[in-house]
């Protein structure tokens, strides 16, 4: 039998899933209530029907996609209508979120009398047929979790604590976001100091594959800005203050917020970004 599944919210990354789900037979559920246009043309596209949370905490599965900064405040929101279900959901917190975050939401889906998997996804917003994108699943309920690689998905189930698929998520995004934030950062200090072409030059020269990774990240990082930097400050938060590590992914979250501003404002960033690296 076919399972219904929950997505919340129905941006990129959690339409991009829906399609995948529903290509294979799936019922997926969002909530389009108070959402862009846009979100709802993605939600129709990826075959998305919209529901009341009530709806929503009928589903076999319930996907948390937010960004960082809501997933509790998802999850608080929907524990009433969880309560009252008749149906026990699993509720699969798929955010990029620190273990201390995540939780913070499995204490309240528990009180719920849900079931709760800690999920962390790794890869682009998926398309059906696609091997890209993989969900890493932690929690004595991973391996129910797991069955929806029979529609559409790739889920791998961590053998290790509830909250280790989000230690792997940020310790994988404190790579590639801390790496592509570090890159931003030294070729706009290289225009402030005048050796932006010498940069350039060396780097082709002495690290080709470090030039490539920058022109293939740090472009599409513009529009997801504003999401990476409160992702930055949850792996500061993985890392623990007590190190002084922690402090450098706190930095690339400021970075990510002025980009983001930059981007809503006059690209100013973006543009010396864009000259250093697609010319």
Known sequence: MSPTVAI??????????ASCLNAK?????TSLGGRSPASRQRAAAAGMRDAGDNALAEADFLLSIVPPAEAVALAQRLAPALAAGSRRTIFVDCNAVSPTTAQAVADIIATTGCRFVDAGIIGPPPRPGSTATKFYASGDRASAFSALNEFGLIVRVLDGPLTAASALKMSYAGI??????????MVLASERGGSAQALKAELAESQPELLRFFERMVPPMYGKAYRWGPELDEIANFVGTEHPESAMFNAAARLYEEIAADVAGDNRKTAILDSFLKQ
């Open 8 to 17: 919340v919210a129905p941006g990129s990354m959690g339409a991009g899933v």
């Open 176 to 185: 590639t976001k801390g790496l592509t934030a570090l890159g931003a950062a």
């Open 25 to 29: 037979g799936a019922t997926v559920l």
